[in-house]
């Protein structure tokens, strides 16, 4: 099973920012507070202290244990790991906060927000393959969304695995069904990619998620977490009645 969690800051309440900001100031590593420490902006601040605040929840969840139990380091690769598990990756965007959790499987996550004016003298990005040209057309009617979706997509595969300096241009996005892709190597490919299979996901009107895993997981075995959804539900996205492994996020509306 995958747990999403997923913060909209817009509709974010008191409590439910306190109770962020407060994982984070009781869990947060030395590491966690030293890069907080280097952004500049008051706003970015507490961007970082909310975001990584609601990753504790969501970890805490999964795992039964309390935020500042949990040691977040980072993995030889660079990836952010939890000691002891459970798996999970985190993307910020826009008014969304998703955090991806699973005790099975690695995963990768991304949230972008799509463009809302058309620029039609926009360049093709570098992160199109000569390969994803076909594809574009199919992720929507304008090249600059579809070019955002596809970075999503690719993103996430990136994230999944760590490799987050390969250049997004030598990997080939397909579909393999409503919403399902799968990422290889393009043509253009110098060294090995890691394949990996992306499930990408509307949140609303301008707000894309991209879940990635290194095998194909059917739509069942991803579900909402609940009691941290600040809006209405993803479609087609279920919610997890299984009391979340026995704990609840302390997010009250």
Not at 2 to 28: D, P
Not at 65 to 75: G, H
Request: contains cysteine; negative net charge; aromatic residues 4%.
């Amino acid at each position: 099973m995958i747990s999403l969690s997923i913060l909209a800051l817009g509709s974010l309440t008191e409590q439910a920012r306190l109770s962020c900001l407060a994982a984070f100031e009781h869990g947060a590593g030395a590491a966690e507070r030293e890069r907080m420490s280097r952004l500049r902006r008051e706003e970015d601040r507490l961007s970082y202290g909310l975001s990584h605040g609601f990753l504790r929840l969501a970890l805490a969840a999964e795992a039964g244990q309390a935020p500042q139990d949990l040691t977040i380091e980072a993995s030889p690769s660079g990836k952010p790991v939890c000691r002891g598990g459970p798996h999970f990756n985190m993307s910020h965007a826009g008014d969304y906060i998703v955090v991806a959790v699973s005790r099975e499987r690695e995963v990768g996550v991304d949230v972008e927000v799509l463009p809302r004016s058309h620029d039609a003298t926009r360049p093709v990005s570098i992160a199109v393959s000569e390969e994803d040209l076909r594809l574009l057309p199919y992720l929507a009617e304008r090249r600059d969304r579809a070019e955002t979706m596809l970075w999503s997509i690719k993103e996430a595969s990136l994230k999944l695995t760590g490799d987050v300096m390969v250049d997004p241009g030598h990997m080939a996005a397909r579909q393999i069904g409503e919403g399902i892709f799968r990422v290889a190597p393009s043509r253009a490919a110098r060294a090995p990619i890691h394949d990996a299979f992306v499930r990408q996901i509307r949140l609303d009107e301008h707000h894309v998620l991209s879940l990635a895993t290194y095998e194909s997981v059917a739509l069942s075995q991803i579900a909402e977490a609940p009691a941290c959804w600040r809006g209405p539900p993803v479609p087609n996205i279920p919610m997890r009645t299984d009391q979340f492994a026995g704990r609840s996020m302390e997010l009250s509306l």
